[in-house]
């Protein structure tokens, strides 16, 4: 006999095989004991939960002769006639390729004949949220008076897309996934049945990639036993589901919350060259920066999950404080939408990086010397709160009065200033940028702005990603950057700015004068220029006047060079 996958070899047959949906299985078989089966169901949840599965089930149990407690004996004729698809009173349909109204017609012509090898006539409609609006109004008119002996069973993934007018009128049934616990014991018992040799560990890693769904899993273990030679280990299980190593996500984190960003770029270069997923990347390290999370509050929950814990994970939830897991796991869940629907999801993961890896932009905790190097205006805050403490003590002991005590807190504010910005911009060469610069030539800039991060290493590459192009003239181009500290970093990075103008040159045959500032000081620039350049036109106007006066013009007409004009 040919190979059947093991989704197909470890179906379930019984309500008692199915894994993880015992309020399901246990209402459907009081329901036939009760003698209580309804004449429609819908069944609904993720793919992979079982619907058809227990839709089939259920089919056999309420023709069965010989059911027991509300399951079929899977050894008379009916059951073995169903299993093997042989009864033609039970229908299966596929929605997706059968949607049209005339499909559902000729089941609404059907329905009345009654069934000819079974008691009950069960039509099991798989994917129904794909027919259409006509065949759906072609369908109600059935469910709602159907004969007795017909029992329609509705299986979909998406029911937000079924008419309310379908819905009132089934049974509803919503499967949930299947979780991790039920999903490896039920691959643990198949691998035993099989008497094949297999780690636990690698069993945790196939569980978790299906995401709670038993059919991906089964696939996901079908996939890995190929590849696997005598036992499935964790590398198989790793290489199968383009899962990420503890270690390489220990060494990309560690280099991130150390602030060493050519560091940990490097490793997700290694990554992306080794042909892992950009999403799938995201998606582990969103899931180690948890479990990180929960070994710092329970760690015998996790050691229960994850099997295998390595030295370099326990150092780094000892040493990684909860804002800072906080921080990674909102910057890496914004990273996941964001390179949903990106057609560079590669550059995203470069910027999330550099964001990760920056100790201006977050906290970061120093793995050497266990301390949090805070940004400034964290650490401002906290200078202000401890000299506050200090004239609060020096107030109780002194008894100072009130009115004193307030010109004191003025004083401590005007000196505790926060430090103003150490990059110094530009202003006379953004003006003069300004002065002369054009749109189209910042259209041209902006519209070759993406093919030119092809000419940039990784980490200009996500240095540059950072900025956009906000006025550009014939000779000079200036770029917002959203940070100062990166702004600062390539305005004095000679090996980007000379790769920036190669760039330029080979696209644009544009060779600018790059001028850096930061984002948040932009509109400012842009205003005051604008300002200027009002004043300057407002006194030009003036000088006009002056010079067009009607009396001196027409003294020029008469004296022509003899006139000499005085201004008072």
């Not at 600018?512 to 604008?530: A, G, H, Y």
């Amino acid at each position: 006999m040919a190979y059947q996958a093991l989704y197909r070899e470890w179906r379930s047959q019984t309500f008692d095989d199915m894994v993880g949906q015992k309020m399901i299985t246990k209402t459907l078989k009081n329901a036939i004991v009760q003698e209580k089966v309804s004449h429609a169901y819908l069944f609904t949840g993720p793919r992979g939960t079982g619907k058809t599965s227990a839709a089939k089930v259920f089919a056999k149990a309420i023709n069965c002769k010989h059911s027991v407690n509300g399951e079929p004996c899977n050894q008379c004729e009916d059951c073995i006639g169903i299993t093997e698809g042989r009864v033609n009173d039970v229908i299966e349909i596929d929605a997706a390729s059968n949607n049209g109204v005339e499909e559902i017609r000729d089941i609404r012509d059907k329905v009345k004949y009654a069934p000819t090898q079974v008691t009950y006539k069960v039509y099991i409609i798989d994917e129904v949220h794909m027919l259409s609006t006509g065949a759906f109004n072609a369908l109600l008119k059935t469910l709602e008076e159907p004969p007795k002996h017909v029992v329609f069973i509705l299986a979909t993934t998406e029911p937000h897309k079924i008419p309310a007018t379908i819905i009132s009128r089934t049974q509803r049934f919503d499967f949930k996934r299947i979780g991790l616990e039920d999903i490896e014991n039920h691959l643990k018992m198949i691998m035993e049945n099989k008497e094949l040799p297999f780690e636990e560990a690698a069993v945790k890693i196939i569980a978790r990639s299906a995401e709670g769904g038993m059919r991906d899993a089964l696939s996901i273990l079908d996939q890995a036993l190929s590849f696997s030679e005598e036992k499935l280990s964790v590398d198989d299980a790793l290489e199968v589901t383009g899962s990420l190593t503890s270690e390489i996500m220990d060494l990309y984190l560690a280099h991130c919350v150390k602030g060493e960003t050519e560091a940990a770029l490097s490793v997700l270069n290694k990554l992306l060259n080794e042909g892992k997923e950009s999403n799938r990347i995201v998606e582990n390290l969103l899931l180690y920066c948890r479990d990180l999370l929960v070994y710092q509050k329970a760690p015998a929950i996790l050691e229960q999950q994850v099997g295998l814990i390595t030295d370099g994970f326990k150092a780094l939830s000892q040493e990684v404080d909860e804002a800072t897991l906080y921080s990674l796991i909102n910057e890496l869940n914004d990273t996941q939408k964001e390179i949903r629907f990106s057609h560079q999801p590669t550059v995203y993961l470069e910027v999330m990086t550099v964001k990760l890896a920056t100790p201006k932009i977050r906290p970061v905790a120093n793995l050497e010397q266990g301390s949090v190097t805070e940004s400034a205006d964290v650490q401002f805050l906290v200078d202000k709160v401890s000299q506050l403490e200090k004239e609060l003590q020096q107030l109780k002991t002194t008894g100072v009065s009130v009115n004193q005590s307030a010109e004191s807190r003025g004083n401590s504010q005007n000196a505790k200033k926060p430090k103003p910005s150490t990059y110094r911009i530009p202003t006379e060469q953004v003006y003069q940028v300004l002065e002369k610069a054009t749109k189209d030539q910042l259209l041209a800039v902006r519209g070759a702005w993406q093919e030119l991060l092809q000419f940039l290493s990784v980490t200009q590459r996500a240095m540059i990603k950072a900025s956009e192009p906000v006025a550009a003239s014939q000779d000079s181009l200036i770029i917002a950057f959203d940070y100062e500290i990166l702004c600062h970093k390539a305005s004095q990075d000679n090996d980007l700015l000379l790769a920036m103008k190669n760039g330029f040159e080979r696209l644009l045959q544009y060779s600018p004068n790059l001028i850096s500032v930061p984002k948040e000081q932009w509109s400012e620039l842009r205003q005051s220029f604008i300002s200027q350049m009002d004043q300057d036109t407002s006194s030009g106007e003036m000088k006009t006047e002056v010079k067009k006066d009607p009396v001196v013009e027409e003294a020029k007409e008469l004296f022509g060079s003899l006139v000499n004009i005085i201004e008072d």
